[in-house]
């Protein structure tokens, strides 16, 4: 039987409707699926490689210090971005937008390389990537809201070269067959259960946050003696892509709360190349993605590079979290009788 290949896809998706936009979608697909398979050959070659160079001394538009395969990267997208003839190509790693074809019908907009401070300890790293409509100028397509994706993915270079990547009617993995030579469908359709018994935060922020989040973890830790009456496990690997992936095979939740700590008032993830992406991704899977309250595609972007919490994965789970912002008696008194808060009493 022919594998059911990311080519086949494409090819079917612009079948479908006889439309110029469809194609550029595809098409950006596909070349950004090319440049991931060169960027996984840098990766491959670890520190005997010449993009493993040293840290950068330069930080990129967002004030985070630039590694060389950071820049590798955004190279390589960006080339695939002008053959496929975007409008506009968006990164991290630039101040502004580039102009390739302001007369296409899609623009891009992309993290090169998320995780790359993981690069030297070999944890999984990756690429995000949104297509947006092409709406006339640079300023007004980035400055809209999610919802109003084309399409979205992520390429997670893990033991598998993955892709996880939706065009607005469900969610699927292509994961990279060396044997066949190209991305092989792997999920044909993800479906992020709805419940859930892990999370993932970094709890060595504990004192910095609010005191609804403070308040959602203990009650995490309690486990099967708290309110939650059941046992959570906890994880977290610091790479934005590897935790979106382990959500969509097995569900759970991420949370990157804002902070009190100096520049994440606002939280820390960028809303049009990261949240949006891993936002459209997880609702097209039947999960849900928030600020911590408010829907994620909802949110008008005020620049490229605007920062914002995320809240991510099994829906249950993200709106439970929500109840803890958006409803007082929620918090209630902490110790030692956590069951007396209103958030779970029957």
Same mark, same amino acid.
């Given at each position: 039987m022919t594998p059911a290949t990311l080519d086949a896809y494409l090819n079917s998706y612009?079948?479908?409707?006889?439309? &110029?936009?469809?194609?550029?979608? =595809?098409? %950006?697909? #596909?070349?950004?699926?090319?440049?991931?398979?060169?960027?996984?050959?840098? +990766?491959?070659?670890?520190?005997?490689?010449?993009?493993?160079?040293?840290?950068?001394?330069?930080?990129?538009?967002?004030?985070d210090v630039q590694k060389e395969l950071d820049v590798h990267a955004d190279d390589l997208f960006l080339e695939a971005a002008r053959k496929a003839g975007?409008?506009?190509y968006a990164s991290e790693e630039l101040a502004n937008a580039v102009?390739?074809?302001?007369?296409?019908?899609?623009?891009?907009?992309?993290?090169?390389?998320?995780?790359?401070?993981?690069?030297?300890?070999?944890?999984?790293?990756?690429?995000?990537?949104?297509?947006? &409509?092409?709406?006339?100028?640079? =300023?007004? %397509?980035? #400055?809209?809201?999610?919802?109003?994706?084309?399409?979205?993915?992520?390429? +997670?270079?893990g033991p598998q070269m993955a892709l996880a990547v939706t065009l607005g009617a469900g969610t699927k993995i292509f994961v990279f067959s060396s044997r066949v030579g190209a991305f092989v469908e792997a999920y044909k359709t993800v479906s992020i259960s709805p419940d859930t018994k892990e999370y993932a935060i970094n709890t060595s922020n504990y004192r910095h946050w609010d005191e609804t989040t403070r308040?959602?973890?203990?009650?995490?830790?309690?486990?099967?003696?708290?309110p939650r009456d059941k046992d959570f496990n906890m994880r977290w690997i610091a790479s934005l892509v590897a935790e979106a992936y382990r959500i969509l095979i097995r569900g759970g939740v991420f949370l990157y709360?804002?902070?009190v700590r100096k520049g994440?008032?606002?939280?820390?993830?960028?809303?049009?190349?990261?949240?949006?992406?891993?936002?459209?991704?997880?609702?097209?899977?039947?999960?849900?993605?928030?600020?911590?309250?408010?829907?994620?595609?909802?949110?008008?972007?005020?620049?490229?590079?605007?920062?914002?919490?995320?809240?991510?994965g099994s829906a249950k789970e993200v709106a439970k979290f929500g109840?803890?912002?958006?409803?007082?008696?929620?918090?209630?008194?902490?110790?030692?009788?956590?069951?007396?808060?209103g958030l779970f009493r029957a």
């Open positions: 612009i079948a479908e409707v006889h439309d &110029p936009v469809r194609t550029q979608v =595809a098409e %950006t697909v #596909r070349a950004f699926a090319s440049a991931a398979i060169q960027v996984r050959k840098s +990766i491959n070659e670890g520190a005997l490689g010449a993009a493993f160079a040293a840290t950068r001394g330069a930080a990129h538009a967002d004030g975007v409008a506009w102009a390739v074809d302001e007369k296409s019908g899609v623009a891009v907009a992309i993290d090169p390389l998320d995780g790359s401070s993981n690069i030297d300890t070999n944890v999984s790293i990756g690429t995000i990537f949104a297509i947006l &409509p092409n709406l006339g100028d640079e =300023a007004t %397509t980035f #400055r809209q809201p999610g919802k109003n994706q084309l399409a979205a993915g992520f390429f +997670i270079y308040c959602y973890v203990d009650d995490c830790i309690q486990g099967s003696e708290g709360p804002r902070d994440y008032a606002k939280g820390r993830l960028r809303l049009v190349y990261e949240a949006n992406p891993i936002a459209f991704i997880m609702e097209q899977a039947g999960g849900a993605a928030t600020e911590g309250a408010s829907r994620i595609l909802d949110l008008e972007p005020g620049d490229i590079h605007q920062r914002t919490p995320l809240v991510f109840r803890y912002h958006t409803d007082p008696s929620a918090i209630g008194s902490r110790h030692p009788l956590f069951g007396n808060r």
